[in-house]
């Protein structure tokens, strides 16, 4: 089944890519729950949401708004704003989420009661907060492209304040696809980064592992094996990141593929051949092997790093659909055909795969050359017959003890 | 690489086993072994435990129905392993354990001498021969006690198979208590300590001691030499006694055959 080979291939090495882009969302994870990237984003997008580019004003105003300044410890230090932001930016101890509700709110407050919290705008006699006062006191919020928006926001609300309130809450939503979308850019270029130097210091060689399954029936189906039961269970990629990368790194381990350097031989980058130059001396030239010894592995590599950036859903899903595809492809492997007879006391019933291991007769010439001895472990042709647990009868000899060969070991 | 298990040997021997090499094991086998995944448990079925592996010959050569080897190894009533072959076998039928369902590509059979009957417990001595045995063959492959199961566990449809008759939760425990390195081998002295600090005897061995050995048990027109004749003869003997019967002289045999001249 040739076709079929092909496709276990790719089901493993969609599998394979699965594991590292769970290896490395963790790690990403890792570092994000420790630089706190997705607040710098999300304040910077903030930032220039609200026109205020430097933090000075508004968005000033909006961080330290008690309904956004619950939402963060310790005091509003915005970064400077001549550092570029990247996906190692430091959020600090700023919020990495803010509902769209609170921002709309504290927007709206600032507008009618100012900025301070001082004296009488938090007093009893505070002026209540209406649409009307926010339109008449729009000005407190001295950013002229805020104003606009805020004054749009009012007017096409007609009085009612949820709807203005609403009307805020998707401007700023929209926003805030913006920043994610950044966020996802921006998480992408780390996520090769980190692909790529964990497939180098794991040495994940997705072509050397191709190459191996193609040849190994039994590691192939080892891996689809595995793959299966992963594809169901749609818990192997939730959790938290410490046990995604547990799970994934523990899923490689016990596979068995050539990945790792421990496995690696160091051979020279050359190949020499002997060549008879034109006076008849024989002399070796060394060739080097580019592709085998720097291109292979680079480009193995950079495949790995690359399914590292498209991240474990995609290629869960991916494993799924692959899935089907072989299901489909396969009926037979899914439900082989049961047979009820008792396959071990008669002969004549059995299926032709049997027939023909039974007609081989029992003591085969070994082949005189060991290189062609390796056969690729085919899947068991005589999957159907076993020995044990059958009753010797009369006819069989049995060994007597004086017929046994003699023993060594056991005794000190 | 060989896929041949030219180890299996030295590995056993090197686990305090007592290994016995079937001639022609070398070559015994088809060449078509896979990678060793697993270790499947077997007992053979033949009811005679007057003999220490009377179904070694029926291994080698297999059934009108099924060519042999039929394992790689068998393991005697005295803990003996008797290397088959070293190539593949065909013990295990159509099953599946931890996914893999290539049993005798890449898994490596055992069969015990064991009847499998209620009236047939298993001895000590082989019982702690199968923990070892499979633990040394693991550690060998790099696997865990999970990658052994008894046939009765591999086979499909389930409940087509009933060896092996003991808890296998059990055996697995043992086994990777032996694999963690505890619960040393526990080997017979070299010879006995205090009297007359007899040597321990064995096939092959000659001298002094073989001849009195062999007047003891009564053997006429000894020859000084322990062979299969004496190893048999020693058997025998152990049986009647009730002494774990693999034909070595130990100190126990000696105070046994020391207590039958006393009588």
Known sequence: MFGSRILEVAIGIVFIFLLVSLICSAIREGIESWLKTRAAFLEHGIRELLHDRHAVGIARSVYTHPLIYGLYAADYEPRSSTQPLSALSRGGNLPSYIPSRNFALALMDIAARGTGTHGAANGPTAPQLSLQLARENVLNLENGAVQRVLLGAIDTAQGDMEQAIANIAAWYDSSMDRVSGAYKRATQKLLLGIGLTIAVVLNVNIIAIAHHLFRDDVERATLVAHAESVARDSSFIGGTSQAQYTRARAALDSLRLPIGWDQVRLTPPWDTRLVRDASGSVHPVRELRLWGYVFEPLVGWLLAALAAMLGAPFWFDLLNKVMVVRSTVKPHEKSPEESSDDRQTSSDRQTPNDRALVATPPAQPRPSHPAEAVVEPAPDPDAEVDACDVEADAATKLTEDEELPAARGGVA | ?263
């Open chain 2, 1 to 263: 690489m060989s896929p041949r298990l030219m180890w299996l040997p030295d590995v056993l021997h090197g686990a305090g086993l007592k290994v016995s090499l079937v001639p022609g094991w070398e070559t015994r086998g088809q060449d078509s072994l896979g990678r060793i995944l697993g270790v499947i448990c077997h007992y053979t079925a033949t009811p005679d435990a007057s003999r220490n592996m009377p179904t070694l010959d029926l291994l080698l050569k297999g059934r009108p129905d099924l060519p042999g080897p039929l394992c790689q190894l068998g393991l005697g009533r005295d803990g003996t392993y008797y290397i088959v072959a070293s190539g593949r076998a065909n013990h295990a039928g159509r099953g599946e354990w931890n996914g893999i369902t290539t049993g005798n590509t890449n898994f490596i059979g055992i069969e015990a001498e064991n009847s499998g009957r209620a009236n047939d417990p298993w001895p000590a001595v082989q019982l702690d021969a199968y923990h070892r045995g499979v633990a040394a063959i693991l550690r060998e492959v790099g696997r865990t006690a999970a990658s052994c199961c008894a046939h009765r566990e591999y086979a499909l449809p389930s409940g087509r198979k009933s060896d092996v008759n003991f808890a296998m939760d059990e055996f697995r425990q043992r086994v990777a208590t032996i694999l963690g390195g505890g619960a040393p081998p526990v080997l017979i002295p070299a010879a006995e300590t205090g009297g007359r600090s007899r040597p321990t005897l064995r096939r092959g061995d000659t001298g002094q001691f073989v001849t009195e050995l062999q007047q003891r048990l009564g053997m006429p027109d000894s020859q000084a030499v322990f062979g299969p004749k004496t190893e048999a003869a020693v058997r025998a003997f152990q049986r009647q006694r009730n002494i774990v019967p693999d034909g070595i002289v130990g100190p126990k045999t000696w105070a046994e055959l020391d207590v039958m001249r006393a009588v």
